[in-house]
């Protein structure tokens, strides 16, 4: 999957400090890991690791446009399992997706692996002292940190 066809996440690189910020972008449910959402993120990662002149991620998510008030804004809200979200997503999105696995162990081991910096937004930080915690936030730590 090409970073420029994401949907539900935006990845930007800044070419000259080869810098890459990654943001879940669907505010209207606090940014939730939706299985498109993981899906986009392994794609980053994996599209991240073959680029030998990116440094490092920002994993962050988009604020919502019609309003400043600072409670309505999530980094991640969590996991996102509505039924009709299923049946809107596109036959090759579904190919590439483990229904069985609610816990997307491919990108947790993909994650896992990760061998350059992330930086995650800071509401996670408390998952960072472990890395067997037991849901889907795992995927958000790094092999190394910054």
Do not use: H
Request: proline letters at 5%.
């Amino acid at each position: 999957m090409d970073v420029k066809t994401f949907e539900e996440i935006v990845y930007d690189k800044d070419e000259e400090t080869g810098i890459i910020t990654v943001a879940i972008n669907n505010p209207k449910i606090k940014n939730a890991l939706t299985l498109g959402v993981c899906l986009e993120l392994y794609w980053a990662v994996d599209a991240m690791q073959k680029d030998d002149t990116a440094r490092a991620m920002i994993l962050t998510g988009i604020k919502p446009e019609d309003t400043d008030d600072p409670t309505k804004e999530a980094f991640c809200s969590g996991g996102y399992f509505n039924p009709s979200y299923l049946q809107s997503l596109d036959e090759e999105k579904k190919k590439q997706i483990d229904f069985t696995d609610i816990a997307q162990k491919k990108l947790c081991l993909k994650m896992w692996e990760f061998d350059k910096p992330l930086q995650r937004s800071s509401c996670l930080n408390w998952v960072s002292s472990t890395k067997s915690f037991p849901t889907i936030s795992c995927c958000l730590m790094p092999g190394r940190q910054p």
